[in-house]
């Protein structure tokens, strides 16, 4: 079976504080996500990575930076935490999508619910 | 532009009976997929079921059929005989295959069923 796991499930911030979110997958997924979930909202792409070291802006990027250094792991990083980052974030995987009209379904974490404070 | 719309936030439907959630797309992209994920109070996404652009039958999984028209662009989820369990935000989503493999997610339907 597919495993992403993320670094924590809750995790409480102090605004201006750095934070960052772990995702690890043990499928050798190329492709890996970072989600923020709002209500109302849905998921909202903030950054993908295709390879290692490689990564590419999503929908709503500013605020977050990522890291790649290692093909399982995928770093999400708030430089400087503020309240409106408050959010349940969701990381995925997926293999490299081989062409059309294949399947590339995204496999995700459990999710981390951050409260920035 | 590339959109997904869902447009019933909730429902509440009775135990046993057929559910069907609505979904429709907006793409000028002739080759695509869509997807359903259902996420439980837990909060872990799970992947229920997906049909190509170019598939010519409906997808099927168990209790879980999409309701796929084209031309309509609509990929409507359909669960039979629905459980308890089945409680849950059910979101639908599109990836394009020719382009990178960024998914689109709608807005999400949150079911309740009633025992």
């Known amino acids: 079976d597919v495993k992403v796991t993320q670094s924590s499930r809750y995790l409480v911030k102090r605004t201006g504080e750095k934070v960052f979110l772990e995702c690890v997958q043990d499928?050798?997924?190329?492709?890996m996500f970072w989600y923020r979930q709002d209500p109302g909202l849905g998921l909202r792409l903030i950054y993908f990575s295709y390879d290692v070291k490689m990564k590419e802006k999503g929908d709503i990027p500013e605020g977050y930076s990522v890291s790649r250094e290692k093909k399982e792991r995928f770093s999400l990083i708030l430089e400087s935490a503020s309240t409106n980052q408050t959010s349940m974030y969701l990381c995925a995987s997926s293999l490299y999508n081989p062409g059309q009209g294949a399947r590339v379904e995204q496999f995700f974490g459990p999710g981390t619910r951050l409260t920035v404070l | 532009a590339q959109k997904i719309t869902q447009t019933q936030p909730g429902m509440f439907v009775q135990e046993k009976e057929a559910v069907t959630l609505d979904c429709t797309y907006d793409?000028?992209?002739?080759?695509?997929?869509l997807f359903w994920y259902k996420q439980p109070s837990s909060g872990e996404m799970i992947f229920l079921i997906y049909?190509?652009?170019?598939?010519?039958q409906n997808a099927t999984e168990g209790r879980y059929s999409l309701n796929f028209q084209k031309a309509r662009k609509s990929a409507n989820l359909v669960i039979s005989a629905s459980q308890l369990g089945d409680s849950a935000m059910y979101f639908c989503?599109?990836?394009?295959?020719?382009?990178?493999?960024?998914?689109?997610f709608g807005k999400g339907t949150r079911l309740h069923i009633l025992p």
């Open positions: 989503a599109m990836i394009f295959m020719n382009r990178d493999d960024k998914i689109i």
């Open positions: 499928m050798d997924h190329e492709n």
């Open positions: 793409t000028s992209d002739p080759s695509y997929g």
């Open positions: 049909q190509g652009s170019y598939d010519q």
